[in-house]
């Protein structure tokens, strides 16, 4: 086989030769020492011959990867001392790849590698040397043990295994702050040359951040960064081998950069002063209107507070922070009245409830607003002097007795009549009637109390104008008691004269159950007539 010369190592390698003793002491085995070599001695000593100890040489063996010349790779030489150069000595070449990938001249010993090697995929391999008697086929030297490295060229570049990258990094931070640290790997070896020797530089996101050349720490470049004018950032980041000289292979990637919000924005209201229209019917406790202060932070540091800072505004509203959209709802605390007050004025005041002391120095993170409330008249229902009323008459008096009387009276401003009726539905209208004009109660018939003693009637009132609108107000009507029943004796009852009766004298004589005391009864005829009536215990 034809060898190029430029195929060989340099010649300083070449040179590097050296002798391997058959792996050292240990491998070394030494010749058999024939009878005829050993001399017997007068004293019977037997003396030794020894013949010269054979050995290999053989040069360092290095193939450099990725060859792509036309020719086989010259890798080195095997070379036994005991080769005169009469082709009389075979070398034998076993192991990994042997015979495929390296292959050896039997007679010089030289070994060329036939392909292209990768040393990212294999390092090295281990191979075995042997040298025969082309003759008589008997090792001249042991079966060696060598290896052949494969030496590195620049043939990968860096890349970032874990790139795209996603970092953040708060606002208004100080100039050098950390924020990512990003690392590429080159699988050329690192410890040969500068092939894996990486330098980090930034192609894209100056002036705003920078990155160290050795470390690969991505860092703020500017001082006091405000999310509020730009909040996203994309930074590239080059690692380049060969100590970043010039023919070296790079890799990049890509680090999408945020800025985290801080609180360094307090609340602002839009405007100063706020108008707010709520009818004197709103509902106590609903909300009768919404203010909101704009804050341009985000979360927590955008959370406000609203309070009403002034008595007026706070004994009639409250205002509470709606979480989902940050604005101040207004509620009714007591029930308005457009007749007594119109307007309200109330201070309302917004805070962050998360302050940060770094930014202390901007100022309050306060602001306040002046709403102004008017009350809206609305028409409402007249309203009854009482919230109930108590009426009595005696029973028996004729139809059309005067029983008491109702007043309501409109509460607007315009104070129109009002005009009274009865719930038509309740049984007392059989008995009761009420004016329309002046709300008097009369009865319609008259009453007994033994039969009915108590009434509940209702009593409703409409303004003339608008007669939709209805209240209403409950009367109780106590019939009064009048002596208009004489005494009866019951039929079924045993009557018992007095032993002690005279005469001229009615006299009854009861037996009273729950004492078991008998008593007597004398009821004259005046005593009858006026329902006077003595009693007397006579045991």
């Not at 990155?211 to 960064?225: C, E, H, S």
């Amino acid at each position: 086989m034809r060898i190029s010369t430029t195929s060989c190592l340099c010649p300083f390698l070449v040179c590097l030769c050296f002798i391997q003793r058959c792996y050292g002491a240990s491998h070394h085995v030494p010749a058999k020492v024939p009878s005829k070599n050993q001399t017997k001695l007068a004293n019977g000593e037997t003396e030794v011959h020894h013949r010269p100890k054979r050995g290999w040489i053989w040069n360092q063996f290095f193939v450099l990867e990725e060859h792509m010349g036309p020719d086989a790779q010259y890798v080195g030489k095997l070379h036994s001392n005991s080769d005169k150069g009469d082709g009389s000595v075979r070398y034998i070449l076993s192991g990994e790849g042997a015979g495929t990938i390296f292959i050896i001249d039997e007679v010089t010993g030289d070994i060329h590698a036939t392909k292209s090697l990768d040393r990212e995929r294999k390092t090295h391999y281990v191979l075995h040397a042997q040298a025969l008697d082309r003759n008589t086929e008997e090792a001249l030297e042991p079966k060696s043990e060598f290896i052949i490295k494969v030496q590195d060229i620049n043939d990968n570049a860096p890349k970032f295994p874990d790139g795209p990258f996603v970092a953040t990094v708060p606002e208004m931070s100080e100039l050098g702050t950390s924020v990512l640290q990003v690392t590429a790997t080159d699988a050329d070896d690192p410890t040969y040359g500068n092939s894996a020797r990486i330098v980090y530089s930034i192609l894209q996101g100056q002036p705003y951040f920078s990155v160290d050349p050795k470390t690969g720490i991505i860092r703020t470049a500017l001082a006091n960064m405000d999310r509020e004018a730009r909040e996203h950032y994309t930074v590239v980041i080059q690692a380049k081998d060969m100590a970043g000289q010039v023919g070296g292979l790079s890799g990049s990637t890509t680090i999408n950069i945020t800025l985290t919000d801080v609180n360094d924005n307090p609340p602002k209201f839009p405007q100063k002063n706020y108008q707010l229209y709520v009818p004197e019917s709103a509902q106590v406790g609903k909300p009768v209107g919404k203010i909101k202060a704009n804050d341009e932070d985000l979360g927590i540091n955008a959370d406000i507070k609203y309070s009403i800072i002034n008595s007026e505004g706070a004994n009639m509203f409250s205002i509470s922070t709606d979480r989902d959209t940050r604005e101040g709802v207004i509620s009714l605390k007591k029930p308005l009245n457009y007749e007594r007050k119109k307007t309200y004025t109330l201070h309302i005041e917004g805070m962050n409830t998360h302050m940060d002391p770094r930014f202390s120095y901007i100022g309050s993170f306060k602001d306040t607003a002046t709403l102004k409330i008017s009350v809206g008249d609305v028409d409402e229902a007249p309203v009854f002097s009482m919230d109930y009323y108590i009426m009595d008459v005696y029973e028996n008096a004729p139809s059309g007795t005067e029983v008491g009387a109702v007043t309501a009276r409109d509460p607007d401003s315009r104070n129109s009549p009002v005009r009274y009726f009865m719930d038509s539905k309740e049984e007392g209208e059989r008995y009761f009637r009420i004016e329309e004009s002046s709300g008097v109660v009369r009865t319609t018939q008259p009453l007994d109390r033994e039969d009915i003693p108590w009434h509940n009637i209702t009593v409703m009132a409409s303004e003339v104008d608008n007669p939709s609108l209805l209240s209403h107000v409950p009367v109780t009507v106590q019939v009064l008691d009048v002596n208009d029943n004489p005494p009866e004796i019951a039929a079924d009852g045993e009557v018992i004269v007095c032993e002690s009766s005279r005469p001229g004298q009615v006299s009854v004589f009861f037996l009273v159950l729950k004492t078991q005391k008998y008593i007597c009864l004398w009821i004259s005829t005046q005593q009858i007539k006026y329902g006077i009536i003595k009693k007397y215990d006579l045991t």
